[in-house]
């Protein structure tokens, strides 16, 4: 393949295209779902990690969904101009924001992610039960960079 003679990095490459090609098919079947409720995949990965996990700084927010701390402070925000979520410092440490989610943000995300879960299950409809299963462990390890280098 292109001058790579390492099965095992040739090996790599053919994963790592068919992962990308997954991911972004998966992604092109739920993002116009949320786009008609007028988020992106940031925004609701916002939303839904501070559904899930409680107040968190845009820091750790970046780092749950992956994005540049100024990608972030704009993704706050516009959630914060919708009256989705609301910016606290913290009392034991003023260089610390919060981002909480308001009762309308906490209403409208927990309205939507039922709907969302069940199109992330239609996208994704080609693997079986078992298969999803499966793939869990092996993303865990990537997501985390679990490859030593």
Same mark, same amino acid.
């Given at each position: 393949?292109?001058g790579v003679?390492?099965?095992?990095?040739?090996a790599?490459v !053919? =994963?790592?295209?068919?992962?990308? /090609?997954?991911?972004?098919t #998966?992604?092109?079947?739920i *993002?116009?779902?949320?786009a008609?409720q007028g988020?992106t995949?940031t925004?609701?990965?916002v939303?839904?990690?501070l559904l899930?996990?409680?107040?968190l700084?845009?820091?750790?927010l970046?780092?749950?969904v992956?994005?540049?701390?100024g990608n972030?402070?704009?993704?706050v925000d516009k959630l914060?101009?919708?009256g989705?979520v609301? !910016? =606290?410092?913290?009392?034991?440490? /003023?260089?610390?924001?919060? #981002?909480?989610?308001t009762? *309308?943000g906490?209403a409208f995300i927990e309205a939507?992610?039922?709907?969302h879960?069940?199109e992330?299950?239609?996208a994704?409809?080609a693997?079986?039960?078992?298969?999803?299963?499966?793939?869990?462990?092996?993303?865990?390890?990537?997501?985390?960079g679990?490859?030593?280098?």
């Amino acid at each position: 393949m292109f001058g790579v003679t390492d099965p095992g990095v040739e090996a790599a490459v !053919r =994963a790592f295209v068919k992962l990308m /090609r997954a991911g972004r098919t #998966v992604l092109s079947r739920i *993002e116009p779902a949320l786009a008609r409720q007028g988020l992106t995949a940031t925004q609701f990965g916002v939303l839904e990690a501070l559904l899930h996990k409680g107040p968190l700084t845009q820091r750790e927010l970046g780092a749950k969904v992956l994005t540049s701390a100024g990608n972030m402070t704009a993704v706050v925000d516009k959630l914060a101009r919708r009256g989705f979520v609301a !910016r =606290a410092p913290n009392p034991a440490d /003023r260089r610390e924001v919060h #981002v909480t989610l308001t009762p *309308e943000g906490r209403a409208f995300i927990e309205a939507l992610f039922p709907a969302h879960a069940a199109e992330i299950a239609r996208a994704m409809a080609a693997l079986t039960p078992a298969e999803l299963e499966a793939l869990g462990e092996p993303l865990r390890r990537l997501g985390k960079g679990g490859a030593s280098s």
